[in-house]
């Protein structure tokens, strides 16, 4: 008889564990869900669910841009309002609450209205944004491009500039901006791009590092765009470096993202933060200097002592940083 009650009680005790275990996984399984946003709370692109979502039409396509654009300016830019004598800054408490400040819109188009409308080269773009077509679903992501975006790829730009100088490369490659590439199972406009000037016998003019900026972007659509652009057959790049200037705080992040050549996976291979903890306070960079592999540019080895692995020192990147705080905080 006692033995029976110890055997209900373990067993009681053991069920009792079990669930306070799943139970607290649960919790803080659904609080990273909230925090990050992830596979599970993306749509088909890896934007947040609440992106707007039209259907391509050529003729109001350019309203629809100017009005979202409008929108996510309203959005980033806080109001000042003012009750009991106390001003407080609106959009700034609502930017905290919501996560869904995206710099994203949305387009179903299929793949020959695409075509015909995109890839024409007669038709030049006049409306700041980059764009990413996914042919399997049909859709067009719209990156509505801000001044921070642009600044980042500049600044980006002159950094590479002034690291290849001292070695005689700054002609030796090609900058291609924003040129629409054809990707792995669409076409994709980078935020800027380099390759090399000369590349190996039957090798094709493409970008072999590519930067992507972004100011809300989540890591699943990162990771989409990583994979189109480093994927060995249709994206034949081999860095992908990944810039994101956190709106809510004095943050950057740089990741390197790596395709090294047959056999290997994609992979993450630096994160550098660059922090401004509080105001006034000495900006911290973890994990740099920023380094972009030499041959992974140039498709082909360095011929030392002159030519080396590309190097952008933490005070450049703490320049850049600076730079586009000085953006974000001042309008
Ligand atoms: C360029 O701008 C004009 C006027 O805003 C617009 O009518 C035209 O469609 C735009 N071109 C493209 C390619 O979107
Ligand atoms: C291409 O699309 C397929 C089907 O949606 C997907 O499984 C695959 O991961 C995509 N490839 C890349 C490189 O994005």
């Avoid at 590092?209 to 081999?238: F, H, M, N, Q, Y």
């Amino acid at each position: 008889m006692f033995t029976a009650f110890v055997w209900a009680i373990t067993l009681v005790a053991r069920y009792a564990i079990f669930y306070m275990i799943s139970y607290s996984l649960y919790v803080l399984l659904n609080a990273h869900a909230m925090s990050e946003l992830n596979e599970w709370n993306c749509g088909p692109e890896g934007l947040p669910l609440s992106v707007r979502r039209y259907t391509y039409r050529k003729e109001d396509f350019p309203q629809i841009i100017d009005l979202e654009r409008e929108r996510l300016y309203r959005s980033l830019h806080p109001i000042r309002t003012m009750t009991n004598g106390i001003y407080h800054d609106g959009n700034l408490d609502s930017l905290e609450e919501s996560e869904d400040v995206v710099e994203y819109v949305v387009f179903s188009i299929d793949t020959a209205t695409y075509n015909r409308d995109f890839l024409d080269p007669n038709t030049e773009p006049n409306l700041s944004i980059h764009t990413t077509f996914d042919r399997h679903i049909n859709s067009l992501a719209v990156k509505m491009i801000l001044h921070e975006h642009e600044e980042l790829s500049i600044a980006l730009e002159s950094a590479m500039g002034d690291a290849l100088g001292p070695m005689g490369l700054e002609r030796s490659i090609y900058h291609y901006g924003s040129t629409t590439f054809s990707v792995a199972n669409g076409s994709k406009e980078p935020d800027a791009a380099w390759g090399p000037r000369r590349t190996p016998p039957g090798t094709p003019r493409r970008p072999t590092v590519v930067v992507e900026t972004a100011i809300t972007e989540t890591s699943a659509k990162l990771r989409r765009d990583v994979g189109r652009w480093l994927d060995p057959i249709d994206g034949l790049a081999k860095i992908v470096l990944a810039l994101k200037a956190d709106r809510r705080r004095p943050k950057i992040t740089i990741e390197r993202w790596q395709y090294t050549g047959a056999n290997t996976e994609i992979e993450l291979v630096q994160t550098i933060e660059i922090i401004e903890s509080s105001p006034g306070d000495e900006v911290a960079v973890n994990g740099g200097p920023l380094l972009i592999p030499f041959h992974l540019l140039f498709l082909r080895p360095a011929e030392p002592p002159r030519e080396h692995d590309i190097v952008i020192d933490e005070q450049e990147l703490k320049d850049i940083a600076q730079l586009i705080w000085e953006i974000q905080l001042s309008d």
